[in-house]
């Protein structure tokens, strides 16, 4: 039983920065592929960023150049540098594990308990 755990999460102004981390338990991360969804009230969970096993990356379209996932298979752990935030990046973001690497929620066996990020004007 794969379990993750977010950390970094805070408030921030309007262009700052956040730094999100995910700590992978229970299985050795190098057999799945990671990514960071996120959640605002009303709306569903929307994929922002991918990692397969061998690095590559995928980004929704709303925070290319600004986000950047990262994976360390030796320390289990996955990151989100998050930098010019907008208010609209308000959300709780959600740390996700798949073992099936394709992009989408389909795809994820398991998940993190969430950690919040609200930016402000």
């Known amino acids: 039983q794969v379990h993750l755990k977010e950390s970094g999460g805070g408030s921030v102004q309007a262009g700052g920065s956040v730094r999100l981390s995910c700590t992978h338990s229970?299985?050795?991360?190098?057999?799945?592929?990671m990514s960071w969804f996120r959640r605002t009230p009303g709306k569903r969970r929307e994929e922002v960023a991918f990692?397969?096993?061998?690095?590559?990356?995928t980004y929704v379209d709303s925070v290319k150049g600004r986000f950047t996932i990262s994976r360390d298979n030796a320390e289990s752990s996955l990151a989100l540098q998050m930098n010019s935030l907008r208010p609209e990046d308000t959300a709780v973001y959600y740390c996700?594990?798949?073992?099936?690497?394709?992009?989408?929620?389909?795809?994820?066996?398991?998940w993190g308990q969430g950690t919040r990020v609200s930016v402000s004007a």
């Open positions: 996700a594990a798949g073992r099936v690497c394709l992009f989408g929620e389909d795809y994820v066996n398991y």
């Open positions: 229970g299985a050795p991360m190098s057999d799945y592929c």
């Open positions: 990692i397969d096993r061998a690095g590559q990356t």
